[in-house]
């Protein structure tokens, strides 16, 4: 009990004697997300589908985090899911197309727009080579089986309609599938 006492009185007579130790750098900082944009988006990894908020500043993430307003995940993100801003802004990550030319011995770099051109140009030519408008018995199909998809399972509901609306109705492709029922 007398510890006690003495160690209040102590105390007392300290109050106000010490400087701020917050230092002026301290106080002057402040989240990294102050001013940042925010966009809902949904995590890449999984079939969940959690979601979360993507933080920017002049076009560029600062941060990704669970959004507390999603019945999937309340907030919540998975070790990967938390991770995720780690996979935005890995040096490592390839960020331009690479292509390697039939029998060649080295990737070269290739702009996205030839990318984009070749895959359809190539999924065109397959098609047509492979598109029967009717089977052995004369009965309309109008497909290919010469093309498969399979989607990811960040796709919602309304892009899976969309592929699946395109990739059957109007190219004839039978395989279409998502991972998240795999």
């Given at each position: 009990m007398i510890l006690i006492r003495s160690l209040?009185?102590?105390?007392?007579?300290?109050?106000?004697?010490?400087?701020?130790?917050?230092?002026?750098?301290?106080?002057?900082?402040?989240?990294?997300i102050r001013d940042a944009d925010v966009t809902v988006s949904v995590c890449p990894y999984c079939a969940v589908g959690?979601?979360?908020?993507?933080?920017?500043?002049?076009?560029?993430?600062?941060?990704i985090e669970g959004n507390g307003e999603s019945p999937i995940n309340a907030g919540t993100l998975c070790p990967k899911g938390a991770a995720t801003l780690g996979l935005v802004h890995?040096?490592?990550?390839?960020?331009?197309v690479h292509y390697r030319p039939p029998y060649g011995d080295r990737w070269e770099e290739r702009p996205l727009d030839w990318a984009m051109e070749r895959i359809a140009r190539l999924a065109k030519e397959t098609r047509?080579?492979?598109y029967e408008?009717?089977?052995?018995?004369?009965?309309?199909?109008?497909?290919?089986?010469?093309?498969?998809?399979?989607?990811?399972a960040t796709l919602d509901n309304e892009e899976n309609y969309l592929i699946k609306k395109l990739f059957?109705?109007?190219?004839g492709i039978v395989a279409v599938e998502n991972q998240a029922r795999i």
């Amino acid at each position: 009990m007398i510890l006690i006492r003495s160690l209040r009185q102590t105390v007392k007579r300290h109050v106000g004697a010490v400087p701020n130790p917050i230092s002026r750098a301290t106080s002057k900082a402040h989240a990294r997300i102050r001013d940042a944009d925010v966009t809902v988006s949904v995590c890449p990894y999984c079939a969940v589908g959690c979601s979360q908020l993507v933080y920017t500043k002049d076009g560029r993430i600062v941060d990704i985090e669970g959004n507390g307003e999603s019945p999937i995940n309340a907030g919540t993100l998975c070790p990967k899911g938390a991770a995720t801003l780690g996979l935005v802004h890995n040096p490592h990550r390839l960020t331009k197309v690479h292509y390697r030319p039939p029998y060649g011995d080295r990737w070269e770099e290739r702009p996205l727009d030839w990318a984009m051109e070749r895959i359809a140009r190539l999924a065109k030519e397959t098609r047509d080579a492979a598109y029967e408008e009717r089977d052995a018995d004369g009965t309309p199909v109008n497909r290919t089986l010469a093309i498969g998809h399979l989607g990811g399972a960040t796709l919602d509901n309304e892009e899976n309609y969309l592929i699946k609306k395109l990739f059957t109705a109007g190219l004839g492709i039978v395989a279409v599938e998502n991972q998240a029922r795999i």
